[in-house]
């Protein structure tokens, strides 16, 4: 627990935003379903991707800077997140650990949090009942609550919100939904662009500019990591403050050694 807590205080970011953080953070990303990992594209087409619990003890072994389990199905299937599951990760890894997935009540989080969660990510539930985001921040403080937005662009050029893991759309436009949740108590966004997910393509830069530059709290950019450059465009061009990925840790395409030996070439400052 000590070793945990120390990560977890060694981790502390600059509270600036727009790329405000000391460091620059690496986090794999473990998304849940029938209490294995998978990975899709474009939010479909998942396949399967290794045990959830050999694959966290791998990544804090390897230097991941913190961990993501997002119980994918949660929501949809009207559930709570899978605490136990939850648990057993925890106990193989010494990195703050955030967990999401159908969480809708300070309850939910109580009992992630006693399963060894450091932050709790909320989506559609934030979304559908915004004032459960001030209730998170009054009791477990703006640093424990993360808002994950599923976002996509539009023929009309507009990022807007998706809920339901990406199943439906809202008229809300990504800028706005982000400043709101900052406002009411987020102390970070996790930004998935639907359209980058799973393609490998490179990390949707300029919707993660526009936020991580207007807004005053850390933007983790998810969605489209595939090669080494892709993490130096979105920390440089993107301004994020930390890049989140899947599929090219899970399959051993990209060792996250490696890839914090590239960025340090680079000159983007990691933790080794």
């Known amino acids: 627990m000590f070793n945990k807590l120390y990560s977890i205080i060694n981790f502390q970011y600059s509270p600036l935003g727009g790329g405000g953080g000391l460091t620059k953070r690496i986090i794999p990303c473990l998304d849940i379903k029938d209490g294995r990992t998978v990975k899709g594209t474009n939010f479909v087409n998942l ?8 694959l966290g003890a791998l990544y804090a072994q390897q230097g991941a800077d913190e961990l993501v389990f997002l119980d994918i199905t949660a929501t949809v299937e009207k559930r709570k ?3 136990e599951l939850v648990n057993r990760i925890a106990h193989h890894i010494n990195i703050p650990f ?3 997935g159908g969480i809708s009540s300070v ?3 109580s009992v992630l949090l006693q399963n060894g969660a450091d932050k709790i990510s909320v989506n559609t539930s934030a979304f559908k009942r915004p004032g459960l985001i001030k209730e998170l921040e009054k009791q477990f403080g703006s640093q424990c609550v993360v808002l994950a937005i599923d976002t996509k662009k539009e023929e009309d050029g507009e990022w807007y919100v998706y809920l339901n893991g990406g199943r439906t759309k809202t008229e ?3 800028t706005d939904w982000a400043k709101r949740g900052v406002e009411l108590g987020a102390g970070e966004i ?3 662009s639907m359209n980058h997910d799973g393609t490998k393509a490179g990390f949707a830069i300029d919707i993660t500019k526009e936020l991580a530059t207007t807004l005053p709290v850390p933007v983790i950019a998810s969605g489209g990591g595939g090669t080494m450059q892709h993490f ?6 993107g301004k994020a403050d930390a890049a989140l990925a899947a599929s090219i840790f899970h ?5 996250i050694p490696d890839l914090k030996a590239y960025l340090k070439d680079k000159n983007i400052e990691v933790r080794i």
Request: negative net charge; contains cysteine.
């Open 47 to 54: 396949r399967d991707a290794g045990d959830p619990v050999e």
């Open 81 to 83: 997140t899978l605490s």
């Open 98 to 100: 955030t967990v999401g």
């Open 107 to 109: 309850e939910d989080v």
């Open 172 to 174: 809300m436009k990504c």
């Open 190 to 192: 996790l930004l998935t």
């Open 232 to 237: 130096v465009d979105i920390f440089e061009e």
């Open 251 to 255: 399959f051993k395409e990209i060792a």
